[in-house]
């Protein structure tokens, strides 16, 4: 990995059109990385490679310090240590997700007094959102929120919540509504100073030529959302 990573370092430095991108994304930030990126990244860069994992941000977090991800998009954590460096792209708004048939799908909006009594299906206890909406209960004096189903990719929890009475939380301004299962609904939650930024993480110091260019495109992007 290490000699890949440094053979491709040096392809991009030599002209800028060649070289490895190694992008990672969450799900509900996939559909927003993609289509910015491409076809202009490819466009420009014809001799480039391109691989991208779709994970959670708990997860995106380590494959970037273990250098298996080079530059992600994902909400962004209070704080980050030294090896990481982060950038703000846009700011984001949580919605709930919830079957049709559910009591809340027939809300224009839904609020934390709503969700006191709901179980939940959630990401893992470490991902960024989860905690930030755990902490929302908390700092309302609301108990703990009960989890009865945790998983690690959006497809799951979009299969859970549509097959079961659960609730679940998804990023509303970059997740494209579009494929979402006829069985889905989705609310906003009005959640009083509880802004979720979106941005980019990476490892602090070098940056390769195409991850750089790739930097810029994403950051064009978010201006025009």
Avoid at 100 to 111: D, K, Q
Avoid at 130 to 144: D, L, S
Wanted: charged content about 20%; hydrophobic content about 45%; proline content about 5%.
């Amino acid at each position: 990995m290490q000699l890949d990573s440094a053979v491709q370092e040096a392809r991009g430095i030599g002209g800028g059109h060649a070289g490895l991108l190694r992008i990672g994304a969450t799900p509900a930030t996939t559909s927003f990385a993609l289509r910015s990126l491409f076809p202009t990244l490819l466009a420009e860069r014809p001799a480039a490679r391109v691989t991208v994992t779709t994970a959670f941000s708990d997860m995106l977090l380590d494959a970037i310090d273990k250098r298996e991800v080079e530059l992600a998009v994902c909400p962004l954590p209070e704080t980050l240590g030294a090896s990481m460096a982060k950038e703000v792209l846009y700011d984001d708004h949580y919605s709930l997700m919830v079957s049709t048939g559910h009591p809340l799908a027939r809300r224009e909006s839904v609020t934390l007094d709503d969700l006191v009594d709901c179980e939940w299906a959630a990401s893992s206890r470490q991902e960024f959102a989860r905690v930030q909406i755990e902490q929302a209960f908390a700092k309302q004096g609301y108990p703990r929120m009960r989890v009865v189903a945790e998983a690690n990719s959006l497809a799951a929890l979009i299969l859970i919540v549509s097959t079961t009475q659960l609730v679940s939380f998804i990023n509303a301004r970059s997740f494209d509504p579009g494929p979402l299962p006829f069985d889905i609904a989705v609310r906003p939650i009005q959640l009083d100073g509880l802004v979720r930024q979106v941005g980019l993480i990476r490892r602090a110091g070098y940056l390769s030529p195409i991850a750089q260019r790739a930097q810029e495109i994403l950051r064009n992007a978010a201006r025009e959302l």
